[in-house]
């Protein structure tokens, strides 16, 4: 086998290879604080919810998770265990995600956008 056949096969298998890894779970951190001040550290049921407009609508995808908080600060992983996120929930023109720490509903909800490398791979060619 030549070089550019070894070559294009293992562009083929990387290339395959990184489609296939792509995680479906998404890092979110944030501040919990009540009058200003950080919430006691421990746990705190946060309710986190998907919508395709900033007012009203229906979820279209809903998980609540027992966040740990260190100064009011947590970071959780949004689809792990039963509720996955699917590329295809975030293929709207806009996705909004709504948080509900507590039974408190927290507002406005938070615009999700695009970071950098997802910009750029969306002009691929794959």
Known sequence: MNRTAVGLALSLFWSGVARANVPKVLSFTGTLAASGNPV????????FR????????????QNMYPVQTVSGVFTQLLGINSAILEPSF???????????????L?????????VPYAMAAASLDC
């Open 106 to 114: 927290l507002v406005p909800r938070t615009r999700v956008v695009s």
């Open 50 to 61: 998907f919508f395709q407009s900033v007012l009203g609508g229906t979820a279209f995808w």
């Open 90 to 104: 975030f293929a709207a023109d806009q996705v909004w995600l709504e948080i509900e720490v507590e039974g408190d």
């Open 40 to 47: 006691a550290d421990g746990n705190h049921d946060v309710t």
